[in-house]
């Protein structure tokens, strides 16, 4: 069965710096979707960025972006210019290209300080 | 844009008492989702339907149950509802499967 881990609970950065929130995963699968979530307090989950599989290049969202390694199963996100409106909880995702559901890491929860 | 719509944000019930938590989404989107999530649990599927009056269970659907009538509208159905149920409960929406979900803004439910 696949698992998502993130190992790290709660993390803070300066507004303005950049922070890197981690992300692993397990799977015998070579083809599937990988999802960053965000979860502001009180407000509804959206998505941030998604990678797939099959492609090489990471992906991009302005300040957002992912270091995916698919040979470690890793896929952090990378918060460039961190905002006090990136504070939340973070939601890593995995999902299989043949299967019909998400596997939620438990999160990570950001705080960000002026 | 999306929208996914939750008939309650907060939501109070005694044990016993059967529970029903609607969702609704705009954008005709054939799959639809129920989670429950808990503090350092992240989010666990209940049920899910690809249609309607199709469905499927998730990992955790012990409790629960599900109804689509219609396309646009979820329903989640606590029977009997018990105190281990007291969670933020969370709907979402997708439009195929390699696509990603869209999710309401949650119902967080009290059983006492």
């Known amino acids: 069965a696949q698992t998502v881990t993130q190992s790290q609970p709660e993390m803070s950065v300066q507004e303005a710096e950049t922070v890197t929130l981690s992300c692993t995963y397990d799977?015998?699968?070579?083809?599937?979707?990988l999802f960053w979530y965000k979860q502001p307090p009180s407000r509804q989950m959206i998505l941030v960025i998604r990678?797939?599989?099959?492609?090489?290049q990471n992906a991009t969202e302005n300040r957002f972006s992912v270091n995916f390694q698919k040979a470690a199963k890793s896929f952090s996100l990378k918060i460039s210019d961190s905002q006090l409106g990136d504070a939340a909880m973070y939601f890593c995702a995995y999902r299989s290209a043949s299967a019909d559901k998400l596997i939620f890491g438990t999160g990570t929860r950001l705080q960000v300080f002026p | 844009d999306v929208k996914v719509t939750q008939s309650s944000r907060y939501l109070v019930k005694r044990t016993g008492e059967k529970v029903f938590l609607e969702c609704v989404q705009d954008?005709?989107?054939?799959?639809m989702f129920w989670y429950r999530q808990d503090p350092g649990l992240g989010l666990r599927l209940i049920y899910f339907?690809?249609?309607?009056?199709?469905?499927e269970k998730g990992d955790i659907p012990e409790g629960y149950s599900v109804s689509r009538e219609k396309k646009e509208r979820f329903s989640l159905i606590l029977e009997s509802a018990s105190t281990n149920q007291t969670s933020m409960y969370l709907c979402a929406s997708s439009l195929a499967w390699t696509r990603e979900q869209y999710f309401g803004p949650g119902t967080r439910l009290t059983v006492t």
């Open positions: 339907s690809y249609d309607v009056k199709m469905k």
């Open positions: 799977t015998s699968e070579s083809d599937y979707y």
């Open positions: 990678q797939e599989a099959y492609k090489q």
């Open positions: 954008m005709d989107h054939e799959n």
